[in-house]
């Protein structure tokens, strides 16, 4: 399974929405505490960057070296319809410095030096360390998943259902009694999730490992072939 370094990694430099706080500071204008662009700098160091108005921007530009506490909180969110849809959180803090000429006019890059770090997600809850998490890398897809995971659940609807042969005897009991809706739910270089969802009110997850972790397209479109072959032996 990924590291919680890993998964804090590729929460970080996905296209998962985010918010940047700082305590004491009111969170009006939320627009305004929302970052445009992230990246993890060599030192695991976060940089950020925000409207030149926003509030976060004029509270770090007036503290006093790098004094300023402050967390970015990122929330993932299912790509397709599924119940249940925030996959999970990290929280990141650390203090708070800007960093003059990297942006354009109307924008400002910030600098949160991390602290402590804490992802829970659908693997569980974990803290990071700060330095695992700089040497950490992201997930290979984290760019793609969205658009896979969409084009499995609109083109391989049928493909994925028949996912139920490979969940056990209890599992195809209860697909057999109510025929699923197999839903692609989280994507990475070592495996598939899904949510089976029986009904209005009851679901759950399943996990398909790929036989060797995938580092390409290329890899993981002959890793799903090989699953959806599994499938219906």
């Known amino acids: 399974m990924p590291s919680a370094a890993e998964r804090t990694r590729t929460l970080v430099q996905s296209t998962c929405s985010s918010v940047l706080l700082v305590p004491g500071l009111p969170a009006s204008g939320w627009d305004r505490l929302v970052p445009t662009s992230r990246s993890v700098g060599p030192d695991g160091d976060l940089f950020v960057e925000l409207p030149a108005d926003s509030p976060v921007v004029r509270a ?12 970015l909180e990122i929330t993932d969110v299912a790509p397709v319809s599924v119940p249940h849809r925030i996959r999970g959180r990290a929280r990141i803090s650390g203090w708070l410095t800007t960093v003059p000429g990297l942006s354009g006019p109307g924008r400002m890059t910030l600098r949160l030096e991390t602290d402590e770090l804490h992802v829970e997600d659908l693997w569980g809850a974990e803290a990071v360390d700060p330095e695992d998490f700089r040497d950490a890398a992201p997930d290979p897809f984290v760019v793609h998943e969205t658009e896979l995971l969409q084009h499995l659940h609109a083109g391989h609807g049928e493909q994925l259902d028949m996912l139920c042969a490979l969940l056990g005897e209890r599992a195809a009991r209860r697909c057999a009694a109510h025929r699923p809706s197999v839903v692609p739910l989280a994507l990475d270089r070592f495996g598939l999730r899904v949510r089976v969802r029986e009904d209005r009110h009851r679901c759950f997850d399943a996990r398909f490992e790929f036989p060797d972790p995938v580092r390409d397209i290329t890899g993981l479109r002959h890793a799903m072939h090989t699953l959806f072959e599994a499938a219906v032996r």
């Not at 770090?60 to 967390?71: G, I």
């Open 60 to 71: 770090a530009a007036h503290a006093e070296a790098d004094e300023l506490a402050a967390v």
